[in-house]
């Protein structure tokens, strides 16, 4: 079946540029997550939607980030006025009971 | 102190080598335990999964949870060169909450 997936899978951005990365869920998970990993890191959690509940955001690193999740279904990250230490892969998740299904990422370049 | 520590690596090892892997954490509200496995480029891949304490076994691969030591471990029997990835352990204190991840420990299986 379908599993989690992500666009663009690859990303150039010039500094400054706003980006928006999408993610599509496994049809009827409630759960999603999104996920950034570093060259070398572990993986970061930025934020998680679960169900109709206000989203845990307790991870994104500053106000320039925000991600939005539309009729429980899609989400979109966006990153406004990239850094080049926004470079990454951006993971996004999803789950409905205890298994937590990743996409392949998008990689994003910033120069 | 991070919340979860994975042993850094990398790790190389001769095909038919026995594997430890080992993670620690601090959090003891942790229920939830996970191991990943990340090819090169790609998303990464439920391996195993365990709630609380105890074993669990996949074919060659074995998951053990010490919650008194709160310390996790995944073992590879009979290691091949497919097995050639980056493992991540990860935990969760609900069901379906966010999940903490280590660093990951890249492994090379030698032919």
């Known amino acids: 079946g379908a599993g989690v997936s992500q666009s663009p899978s690859n990303k150039v951005t010039e500094k400054g540029k706003d980006v928006e990365l999408r993610c599509d869920p496994i049809s009827g998970h409630t759960a999603l997550y999104w996920y950034r990993q570093s060259l070398g890191q572990g993986l970061e959690f930025l934020i998680y939607?679960?169900?109709?509940?206000?989203?845990?955001k307790s991870g994104l690193p500053s106000d320039r980030f925000s991600a939005e999740r539309t009729g429980g279904s899609v989400s979109t990250l966006t990153i406004q006025r990239t850094q080049q230490e926004d470079s990454a892969v951006y993971l996004c998740?999803?789950?409905?009971?205890?298994?937590?299904?990743f996409g392949e990422g998008s990689w994003l370049t910033v120069v | 102190q991070k919340e979860v520590e994975q042993d850094p690596g990398p790790l190389s090892v001769p095909e038919g080598a026995i594997v430890s892997l080992n993670c620690t954490y601090s959090?003891?509200?942790?229920?939830?335990f996970m191991w990943y496995r990340q090819y090169s480029r790609k998303g990464p891949e439920l391996l195993m999964y365990?709630?609380?304490?105890g074993n669990k076994e996949d074919g060659r691969f074995t998951a053990q949870v010490d919650k008194s030591s709160k310390y996790i471990s995944l073992f590879i029997r009979d290691s091949q060169p497919s097995d050639s990835a980056t493992y991540l352990c990860?935990?969760?204190?609900?069901?379906?909450?966010?999940?903490?991840f280590g660093k990951g420990i890249t492994l090379s299986v030698r032919p």
């Open positions: 959090n003891s509200a942790f229920q939830y």
């Open positions: 990860a935990m969760s204190t609900g069901a379906n909450s966010k999940l903490t």
């Open positions: 998740a999803s789950s409905l009971y205890n298994t937590i299904y």
């Open positions: 365990t709630y609380s304490s």
């Open positions: 939607f679960q169900g109709n509940s206000a989203p845990d």
